[in-house]
Nanobody, 123 residues
Framework: QVQLVESGGGLVQAGDSLRLSCAAS????????MGWFRQAPGKEREFVAA????????YYADSVKGRFTISRDNTKNTVYLQMNSLKPEDTAVYYC????????????????WGQGTQVTVSS
């Protein structure tokens, strides 16, 4: 089992920054790809970013490339999502997730999910 707990969401204005954190426990954290997804009201859950177990490879959705940065600290079993230049369309619940197989952009390939943290960006 893997437990994931997100923190760091909130209400900000367009152009501001936020850093989300995800504390993981329950399995060998450094061995697995971790990801962030988001879901806005009335929309499907969408891929945001992913990072390999070592942190050497990162992947981003086109909509956040150049603005968001995913990182991890395996000594702290924590994954981060630094979000800069936030836009109102970034408003969503953000989920931390641990990949269990398959292509990294598909939510069905992630077997463990956190409870989510709300990010609201006002214009």
């Amino acid at each position: 089992q893997v437990q994931l707990v997100e923190s760091g969401g909130g209400l900000v204005q367009a152009g501001d920054s936020l850093r989300l954190s995800c504390a993981a426990s329950g399995r060998t954290f450094s061995s697995g790809t971790m990801g962030w997804f988001r879901q806005a009201p009335g929309k499907e859950r969408e891929f945001v970013a992913a990072i390999s177990g070592s942190g050497g490879r990162t992947y981003y959705a086109d909509s956040v490339k150049g603005r968001f940065t995913i990182s991890r600290d395996n000594t702290k079993n924590t994954v981060y999502l630094q979000m800069n230049s936030l836009k109102p369309e970034d408003t969503a619940v953000y989920y931390c997730t641990a990949k269990t197989g398959g292509y990294y952009t598909r939510p069905e390939n992630y077997g463990y999910w956190g409870q989510g943290t709300q990010v609201t960006v006002s214009s």
